[in-house]
């Protein structure tokens, strides 16, 4: 059974800067990409992802140059580092993964494994 615990999330005024883990357990073979999701009450938006074998990453169009993901050389954690943040980043931001390709983690049909997630609040 594997799992994915977020945490890090937290309350910032805008333009502050937050990073959040996520600590991957319960499956001893290497997952294809993982990534993190935001969900806001009526929407559910990928942020960002990554592959694990080459470090390839992608991120929304609301967030490039903001946000950054990452993960350790053993691929059982998950970074995403936020700066210069906005009221409308604000949401539950959860962790993902998939065993497959990184545009597996880039939606929600290709996902076999997500975090409860950790909130964010940006206040202006």
């Known amino acids: 059974q594997v799992q994915l615990v977020e945490s890090g999330g937290g309350s910032v005024q805008a333009g502050g800067s937050l990073t959040l883990s996520c600590s991957r357990s319960g499956d001893p073979y290497p997952m294809g990409c993982m990534g993190w999701v935001r969900e806001s009450p009526g929407e559910q938006r990928w942020v960002a992802a990554t592959?694990?074998?080459?470090?390839?990453?992608e991120y929304d169009a609301a967030v490039k140059g903001r946000f950054t993901i990452s993960a350790d050389d053993t691929g059982n954690t998950l970074y995403l580092r936020m700066s210069s943040l906005k009221p409308e980043d604000t949401a539950l931001y959860r962790c993902v993964a998939s065993h497959g390709p990184i545009g597996y983690c880039t939606s929600p049909a290709g996902i076999d494994d997500w975090g409860q997630g950790t909130q964010v609040t940006v206040s202006s």
């Open positions: 592959t694990l074998h080459n470090g390839r990453k």
